[in-house]
């Protein structure tokens, strides 16, 4: 039954005849609010091409494309956002994740156009009317974030706690640190170009968030069999380029990889890895030197079915990793963790066989299907300054060998030391700790051409080597060693105003005015080392190409151009482990290739 409301009402609506209009005549002049989100900014320098902005858009509105003129480099995959705006919902998570902070919205909310094309573009690449638009949305301050921008603290020994001792500084996450850690990753990528042996870094950060450690031990065996070693000394380029390093800290990849390597003892290894039962192809491969290249060759070989030998003229395996690197730094279990697994897959070391002594390269050809040589830089450089033939002048190299080997080292009670490199943190921490055990004291200075800023050494080092005991004084240029009755005094030193010339080369200037003097008993060298080849022959030297510096020249395989001599690690690039280990494995699979394995 009609009710009277409802005859009524329409004639209600007449009331509404003198009010004015709510509909805007111009919609087009119309204002935004100042942080409206509008229309995508980017500023394509400071952005990366991380594409974490393209993982986090749910609605598939981002596309990374290649963009000309931005060059992919180091730490920026060259690839820049691309925005459909048939898709995006104006979210704004990508402006909120960006790593660099490099991606914004402007307030602009009008655009028309009949073609729909136009509405995908590259914001900052393809220019817009709202570029300079100061207006819109950007990336809240800075407590306000997707992800963690700080670190989870490493727990580490205290100076007074290390000085005397070579205990391991770093003592390694829990698995709470570990998965908060991990949980920091933006799953970019970014890292993977930059790790010479592009090991799978997102996948195996994931798996520790996954807890599923089994999984992140196989994606490190993947890439890199030394993840013991890796996981505690590599130089972690990875880590310079992290996205997230752009606007907080960088994760901690290195002490991530250590985390999922220490959780399992080796014996598991063979199970975890499937690596119990491999079917030899009866082709045997010579490798010289058991340092990472040689080890890396040997495990890739060894995974393929080759029969693996390799010569080692040092008593242990390890190469400069156990013979050059402290043990507060990488102690000799976690070393031999990693070498005894490569043993157990049937690898043969021999030990205390010196290549060129006690067999010649050419009976390693004969007996051999291919050889493999990795004998890095052994030989200490000396600045040859006046007074270095003093027999009280050492070189670091020599010196750390030693003490792996367990020989009583000299170590005066005032030393001077001469470089700015990760070797001369490395001499002046093992001399400090055996001056504290010793006399009770440490008196050591640590000298470099490079200024505090330039010195090559890792930060952590020069500071860690300050706390315990080291006085490290960079800028000064060796001069002469003072030498009195046979008996050093000291270094005598002018300051260095500059190292590099204009075009990057080595060039040191000095200011001749100004001079000190460091008094010591005893110098050591740690300038840099040298290769020994003279293990080649010289029917194999006439035939293999060498580059102006010296270098054998290998191919993108590390075969060089005696075809069944592969060659990697120092000698040919780095220096640094995880070079090694790449050159090892590239060379693994070439040697497969020359041998007939794959093509
Ligand atoms: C003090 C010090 C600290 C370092 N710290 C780090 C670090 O923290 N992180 C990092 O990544 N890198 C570090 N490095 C560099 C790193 O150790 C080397 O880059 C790496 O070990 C090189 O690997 P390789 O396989 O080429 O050679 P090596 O490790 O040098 O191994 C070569 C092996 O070949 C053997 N050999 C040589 N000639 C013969 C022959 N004729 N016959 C048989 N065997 C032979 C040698 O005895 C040696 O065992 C450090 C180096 C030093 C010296
Ligand atoms: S604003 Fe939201 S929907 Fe649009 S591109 Fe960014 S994340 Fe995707
Ligand atoms: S997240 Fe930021 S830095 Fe990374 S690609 Fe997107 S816009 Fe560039």
């Not at 220019?127 to 207006?135: I, L, T, V």
């Not at 010579?286 to 290249?293: R, S, V």
């Not at 040689?294 to 003229?313: D, N, Q, R, V």
């Not at 367990?406 to 921490?429: C, F, H, L, Y």
Request: net charge negative; hydrophobic share 35%; charged share 25%.
């Amino acid at each position: 039954m009609a009710r009277i409301k409802d005859i009524i009402s329409p004639f209600t609506a007449w009331k509404n005849v003198v009010k004015e209009p709510v509909t805007i005549k111009e919609p087009l002049k119309r204002e935004a609010a100042p942080r409206y989100r509008g229309f995508h900014k980017n500023d394509v320098d400071t952005c990366i091409g991380c594409g974490t902005c393209e993982s986090i858009c749910q609605n598939a509105a981002i596309d990374m494309v290649p963009v000309e003129g931005i060059e992919t480099k180091n730490g920026d995959s060259g690839l820049r956002p691309r925005i459909d705006y048939g898709r995006c919902c104006w979210c704004a998570l990508c402006v909120d994740v960006c790593t660099t902070g490099s991606l914004s919205m402007s307030n602009h909310f009008k655009w028309v156009d009949s073609d729909p094309d136009v509405f995908r573009f590259i914001p900052g690449v393809d220019k817009k009317e709202w570029d300079d638009e100061p207006n819109g949305y950007k990336k809240p301050g800075p407590n306000y974030e997707l992800y963690s921008k700080e670190r989870v603290h490493m727990p580490e020994l205290k100076p007074e706690e290390r000085d005397k001792s070579f205990i391991e500084i770093v003592r390694g996450y829990s698995r709470e640190q570990a998965i908060k850690e991990a949980d920091r990753c933006v799953e970019c990528g970014i890292c993977v170009a930059t790790c010479p042996a592009h090991m799978g870094i997102p996948e195996y950060i994931k798996a520790i968030r996954n807890d599923d450690l089994n999984e992140g031990l196989r994606i490190l065996y993947d890439t890199n069999p030394l993840p013991e070693i890796c996981g505690r000394i590599c130089t972690h380029k990875c880590e310079t380029v992290c996205s997230v390093g752009h606007q907080g800290d960088p994760l901690s990849i290195r002490w991530l990889k250590r985390y999922i390597a220490d959780q399992q003892p080796a014996e598991n290894y063979k199970q975890i890895l499937e690596t119990e039962n491999i079917s030899k192809n009866g082709k045997r491969v010579a490798i010289i030197g058991a340092g990472p290249a040689g080890l890396s060759a040997a495990h890739y070989l060894a995974l393929m079915g080759y029969e693996c030998t390799i010569f080692e003229k040092l008593p242990l395996p390890g190469g400069m990793m156990r013979y050059g690197i402290p043990e507060y730094r990488l102690p000799y279990d976690a070393l031999d963790k990693d070498i005894d697994y490569i043993k157990s897959l049937g690898v043969e070391i021999r030990c205390n066989t010196t290549v060129g002594k006690d067999i010649t390269l050419e009976e390693l050809h004969n007996q051999y299907d291919a050889v493999f040589t990795g004998t890095g830089l052994h030989l200490g450089r000396s600045t040859r300054i006046p007074g270095t033939d003093h027999p009280h002048v050492y070189q670091a190299v020599d010196l750390l060998r030693d003490v792996t080997m367990g020989k009583e080292i000299p170590a005066a009670q005032s030393i001077v030391v001469i470089g700015g490199g990760n070797v001369a943190m490395d001499i002046t921490r093992t001399l400090a700790r055996i001056q504290n055990q010793r006399y009770g004291k440490v008196n050591i200075i640590t000298t470099s051409l490079e200024s505090e800023n330039e010195m090559p050494a890792d930060r952590e080092e020069v500071v860690e080597a300050r706390e315990e005991g080291a006085t490290i004084i960079p800028g000064w240029g060796p001069v002469k060693i003072e030498i009195e009755n046979n008996k050093i005094k000291g270094l005598h030193v002018v300051k260095c105003v500059s190292v590099f010339d204009e075009n990057r080369r080595f060039n040191p200037k000095f200011d001749e005015t100004q001079t000190d003097f460091f008094a010591g008993e005893m110098v050591v060298e740690s300038i840099g080392q040298g290769m020994d080849l003279s293990y080649l022959p010289e029917s194999i030297k006439d035939n293999l190409k060498l580059d102006s510096r010296g270098r054998i020249v290998v191919n993108d395989y590390f075969q060089s151009s005696v075809e069944w001599l592969f060659v990697g690690g120092d000698i040919i690039q780095g220096p640094d482990v995880i070079h090694g280990i790449a050159n090892g494995h590239k060379a693994a699979i070439g040697i497969d290739r020359f041998l007939g394995g794959k093509k």
